[in-house]
């Protein structure tokens, strides 16, 4: 167990909706990653957040928003779903901004946008 | 674009016959070289972080090693526990982590 934990575990929608996933850090972590997992991309990055602000953004859609709130807690907003959307969506933590920490995995949302 | 490139996609042991698997990634910003484990259906799980050429790492059977282009994860006298998928990831310039497809490694007892 990493200590980060994820809910909900699965999650069935449909297109055009909006969901939203929600993780809590390891006590004491600072900075939060959310992942994007499907099957024909691997794990793509998405968003990094440090103690309520946004540190660093990878291939993130539009369509998606993050936040992290002052229990450092963080949510994952997923709008206008479409069918490709459906993928593991992972949150990690570590204790600080920068990389010299490595980060701990929650087990993931899975996603199936029908 | 900042790439990590892994190889083989799949490996199949014999317990107790090592091996290596390869990263290979972009030179150029590199801030950090991780390795994670991952189980089906879980999150990856942290084993090591390298930071600059010739550094090595051990954790039991495993042992990772950096050169100025490449990762290698050795694995030595392997068991069937050790049988998931590894993944390595780089961090470059602001905070951006590329991670690669994986190594599937089965080992058979």
């Known amino acids: 167990d990493s200590g980060v934990t994820q809910t909900p575990k699965h999650l069935i929608t449909a297109t055009g909706q909006r969901v939203t996933l929600r993780c809590s850090p390891r006590s004491g972590d600072l900075s939060v990653y959310w992942y994007q997992q499907s099957l024909d991309q691997g794990l793509q990055f998405l968003i990094q957040y440090y103690n309520g602000e946004e540190r660093a953004k990878g291939n993130i859609l539009e369509r998606f928003s993050a936040q992290q709130f002052p229990d450092l807690h963080s949510e994952l907003n997923l709008s206008s779903l479409e069918l490709g959307d459906s993928a593991l969506y992972f949150c990690?933590?570590?204790?600080?901004?920068?990389?010299?920490?490595?980060?701990?995995f929650g087990p993931g949302t899975r996603l199936t946008v029908l | 674009e900042d790439q990590v490139t892994q190889s083989p996609e799949a490996l199949r042991l014999q317990e107790g016959e090592s091996s290596s698997l390869n990263c290979s990634y972009t030179v150029s910003g590199l801030r950090g070289l991780f390795w994670y484990r991952q189980d089906p259906g879980k999150g990856p799980e942290f084993l090591f972080t390298l930071y600059s050429a010739g550094e090595e790492k051990e954790k039991e059977r495993l042992k990772a090693t950096l050169t100025k282009k490449e990762s290698f994860l050795h694995i030595t006298a392997p068991k069937p526990e050790d049988s998931a998928t590894y993944l390595c990831?780089?961090?470059?310039?602001?905070?951006?982590?590329?991670f690669g497809s994986g190594t599937k490694l089965n080992v058979k007892p």
């Open positions: 990690a933590s570590s204790a600080t901004s920068g990389s010299a920490n490595e980060q701990f």
């Open positions: 990831a780089a961090r470059y310039n602001f905070n951006k982590f590329y």
